[in-house]
């Protein structure tokens, strides 16, 4: 079973790969979140491919895409959708916002204002949203994708450590390798290539998959792994604040979504090693002493990857 679930993610990857060339890990994170029903924090410059690879992922899943660029003068009416009147019945009907689709790009998230960005809370972590005292359904799945440009911050409203800790993952896409990107300029000389793509998969296929990795076994010894990673950062020197419960579930369920992308029913203690920076460097917050000396979270998270023990062997 699992490996036919690993034969279908390679179709996907490889649909995905027709249009973005050489971030096929980058995707592969992607389809993790979607796994555990989470969402991504993309946090990279300009003009690598941030937005190209959220429409390309829509398109190959056959699924609903909205992208909402960020300003400060946005509203959380914008993002939710309002009460509209209508003249001929006489009543006011309800209008959808783009957060209504399976798949939303958040562009440059940090610069609407905290009020705006908490309209994504309830829908990040409900699946729903309340208009008017009301609350509706998203559909699913539902995966927000959020950017954030670490160059330009002028102008931004840093998101909040609740914000932050309801992304799954926090990646970075990164520049192509130079014959990467003398593909690049081959593969879309002629012009767009996203419209010729055909989906791989449909959204009922995918909430099957959701299911699939909640039975992803993983032995007591790997999950004391994931806890013991997960509280050092609790009682580490360089840090102010450590991991969540809610981060270690998250390293859980994660690994459990890249044993199944990787074809196994089984977690192993590297599937967390692998997932362990995207998962929890972004909810760590640095001390002053550590920012002073130019630590790092990422820097804290590898550090803590060699010195917690790595169970030898897992009980699959």
């Not at 419960?245 to 692998?274: E, F, H, I, N, T």
């Amino acid at each position: 079973m699992a490996v036919s679930s690993a034969l279908a993610f390679d179709t996907l990857l490889d649909s995905i790969e027709k249009v973005i060339v050489g971030k096929r890990e980058v995707a592969k994170l992607l389809l993790v979140a979607l796994l555990c029903e989470g969402h991504v924090l993309i946090e990279d410059v300009p003009g690598v491919g941030k937005t190209l690879l959220a429409k390309t992922l829509a398109a190959s899943l056959d699924c609903s895409f909205r992208r909402l660029q960020f300003t400060p003068d946005l509203l959380p009416s914008d993002i939710t959708g309002s009460q509209v009147f209508n003249q001929q019945t006489a009543q006011f009907e309800f209008r959808p916002g783009p957060v209504f689709a399976n798949l939303l790009l958040a562009d440059e998230i940090n610069r609407a204002t905290p009020r705006t960005q908490s309209a994504l809370l309830e829908a990040m972590e409900e699946r729903q949203v309340s208009v008017e005292g009301t609350s509706m359904g998203l559909p699913r799945p539902f995966l927000v994708v959020a950017t954030q440009n670490p160059v330009e911050l002028e102008g931004t409203f840093p998101l909040p450590e609740a914000q932050l800790d309801r992304f799954l993952l926090k990646i970075a896409v990164g520049y192509p390798e130079e014959d990467e990107e003398a593909l690049v300029l081959t593969r879309f000389a002629a012009g767009d290539r996203l419209p010729e793509l055909e989906p791989s998969t449909g959204p009922d296929e995918l909430q099957e998959w959701q299911r699939r990795r909640g039975g992803v076994h993983v032995a007591e010894d790997v999950r004391m792994y994931v806890l013991r990673l997960v509280r050092q950062t609790r009682s580490h020197p360089d840090l102010a604040l450590g991991a969540s419960p809610r981060a270690a579930l998250a390293l859980y369920r994660s690994s459990q979504a890249w044993a199944l992308l990787d074809g196994r029913d089984y977690v192993l203690p590297d599937d967390v090693k692998r997932l362990a920076p995207p998962v929890l460097a972004h909810r760590l917050i640095l001390g002053p002493a550590a920012r002073l000396r130019g630590q790092t979270p990422e820097a804290v998270v590898a550090g803590l990857l060699e010195s917690v023990p790595v169970p030898v062997e897992s009980g699959v």
